[in-house]
Every structure is written in structure tokens, then in C-alpha cells.
């Protein structure tokens, strides 16, 4: 069974810094593309950043210069540092496995979702 676990969330003021974390169990991940969603309350679920097999990233232009996703496959897990946080980063992020390596942006390319984990910004 497929799993996939964030975690790192939590409060920060504006221009604080977090590290989210995306563990991954009951398989390995190393071919498949990973990526960051966030969603807000009463918004649709946005893209954050990607990462394909081969290490190439994308990112939101929202998030651009300020958030750095990486993975580490030996220990099948994905990061996302985020820097110079900003209120309306506040939501819940979801790490997903999408369905081939690329770095789709589509979440609908993407078919495992974590719980995800909830990241507040204060001003």
C-alpha cells in the first residue's frame, strides 16, 4: 500500500521560513515526478512546485524565488523549503505522486495525495 505523509507545518510570521516534508512508504518513488498543492478555504487546489525522476523543478510563479522543492530518493522522501513566507501562502499543503516522471503542474496527473498539512502566515 501506497502512502504518503507531510509534515513541518505550522505557524510563522510573514518572512519566516518552514521546511514541509513528504515521506513516502510501501514503495519506491524514485520514476515517478512528486509535487507540492496547496488550497485555501473556499479556493481550488493550486499548484505549488514539482519535481521530476530526473531532478528538474517548477515552480509557481507565486512562489518562484522563495521556495525550493528537492527529494532525496534513498530515503524516498520530498522537501519543499519555503522562504519569505507571505500571508497567502497560508493553506493546506498536499505532497502527490503524479503518474510519470514529468513535473506535470496538473493535479489531475497526479493520482497519490498525503492528508496534507496545515501552514498559517501571520502578518
Known amino acids: 500500500q501506497a502512502q504518503l505523509v507531510e509534515s513541518g507545518g505550522g505557524l510563522v510570521q510573514a518572512g519566516g521560513s518552514l521546511r514541509l516534508t513528504c515521506a513516502a512508504s510501501g514503495r519506491t518513488y524514485s520514476s515517478y515526478a512528486m509535487g507540492w498543492f496547496r488550497q485555501a478555504p473556499g479556493k481550488a487546489r493550486e499548484f505549488v512546485a514539482a519535481?521530476?525522476?530526473?531532478?528538474?523543478?517548477k515552480y509557481a510563479d507565486s512562489v518562484k524565488g522563495r521556495f525550493t522543492i528537492s527529494r532525496d530518493n534513498a530515503k524516498n522522501t520530498v522537501y519543499v523549503q519555503m522562504n519569505s513566507l507571505k500571508p497567502e501562502d497560508t493553506a493546506v499543503y498536499y505532497c502527490?505522486?503524479?503518474?510519470?516522471?514529468?513535473?506535470?503542474?496538473?493535479?489531475?496527473?497526479?493520482?497519490?495525495w498525503g492528508q496534507g498539512t496545515q501552514v498559517t502566515v501571520s502578518s
Open positions: 519535481i521530476s525522476w530526473s531532478g528538474i523543478t
Open positions: 502527490a505522486k503524479a503518474v510519470a516522471g514529468i513535473a506535470y503542474t496538473d493535479s489531475s496527473r497526479y493520482d497519490y
